[in-house]
């Protein structure tokens, strides 16, 4: 029985740092698609770059949630100081 606790515990501690490298993922690959539609709006409307502000705070927004990620996810890998 007590295998069965350990072995369970391990599987859910593994399942966290997968759904962590998932979630970072998406966040990356979120500030490549808005990175990308920036930079498209930006090559279309040259002339007129304020049309893309609101594709440069998207990716701005986008790279803001992925860098927490990472600070959050290098946080919880070092070891507490006291």
């Not at 399942?15 to 500030?31: D, F, P, T």
């Not at 930079?39 to 007129?48: G, K, L, N, P, R």
């Not at 998207?58 to 600070?71: G, I, P, S, T």
Request: proline fraction near 2%; charged fraction near 30%; aromatic fraction near 6%.
């Amino acid at each position: 029985m007590r295998a069965l606790v350990v072995c369970a515990l391990a599987l859910s501690l593994a399942g966290c740092g997968a759904m962590k490298e998932e979630r970072e993922l998406k966040a990356q690959e979120s500030v490549q698609e808005s990175r990308d539609a920036y930079e498209t709006c930006m090559t279309i409307h040259s002339v007129d770059p304020d049309r893309c502000d609101s594709y440069k705070a998207q990716w701005q927004a986008d790279f803001d949630v992925y860098q927490h990620l990472r600070e959050a996810d290098q946080a919880d890998a070092s070891p507490q100081q006291r």
